[in-house]
């Protein structure tokens, strides 16, 4: 078992609608990251995360220390938010090594 | 502009001939770091560096070496690559401390033949 899994691993939407991308760990950390890859392969940092909730523009992650549980939601989702959408956690344990969830394959329609 | 830069992008080597892939930022980050990402694994840190001369093992060090003598520059070296080091790998940096997210470079795609 991955110690970070994300749901769903692909997922297609049309353009307006709402988003959710989950991830979940299994052991403590210290921070959670949201990246964002876009399908040229660049991966550009979208939040990182120790408790509660951050937003920019359309895009807001939350997370729940206690449930090991984040998630990224995407409201009034666009085409160019299509994109694979990777979750990486900080364990408290692990110093400053990075431990990666598979992603998240999004394709938003017109 | 701040940034991560990565060189080559593009890479085909044979099997056993030393090669380089450096990586320099331009924003005083302290914490550097080199990922490998391959289908159906996901991205995978392999070093990373704290400060100057402070570098440490990620999941999957083996092969790869390291170095940190300037703050800018953290340059990835394969001594002896082989062909299960065929992938793309990215380099990223980062302000030490909890809030800061990564710059990451456009990647390098090693192919090694």
């Known amino acids: 078992k991955n110690e970070v899994e994300q749901s769903p691993q692909n997922l297609t939407a049309q353009e307006g609608e709402f988003i959710t991308i989950n991830c979940s760990y299994s052991?403590?950390?210290?921070?959670l990251h949201w990246l964002q890859q876009h399908p040229g392969g660049g991966i550009v940092s979208l939040f990182m995360?120790?408790?509660g909730k951050k937003k920019h523009g359309r895009l807001i992650a939350t997370i729940n220390i206690q449930e090991k549980h984040s998630s990224l939601h995407i409201t009034a989702s666009h085409p160019r938010d299509s994109a694979v959408y990777i979750c990486?956690?900080?364990?408290?344990?692990?110093?400053?090594?990075?431990?990666f969830g598979e992603g998240t394959q999004l394709t938003v329609n017109p | 502009e701040a940034q991560v830069t990565q060189n080559p992008r593009y890479l085909i080597t044979v099997t056993g001939k030393k090669l380089t892939v450096t990586c320099s930022q331009n924003m005083n980050h302290e914490y550097m770091s080199w990922y490998r990402q391959d289908p159906g694994l996901g991205l995978r840190q392999i070093y990373y560096?704290?400060?100057?001369?402070?570098?440490d093992k990620g999941d999957v060090p083996e092969g790869y070496k390291v170095s940190r003598k300037e703050k800018r520059n953290f340059p990835l070296i394969l001594e002896s690559p082989s062909p299960n080091q065929t992938s793309l790998y990215f380099c990223?940096?980062?302000?030490?401390?909890?809030?800061?997210?990564?710059?990451f470079g456009s990647g390098t795609r090693l192919t090694v033949v």
């Open positions: 995360l120790s408790s």
């Open positions: 052991v403590g950390i210290s921070a």
């Open positions: 560096s704290m400060n100057v001369e402070v570098t």
């Open positions: 990223a940096s980062s302000l030490w401390g909890s809030d800061y997210g990564y710059t």
């Open positions: 990486a956690v900080k364990m408290e344990t692990s110093g400053s090594r990075l431990t």
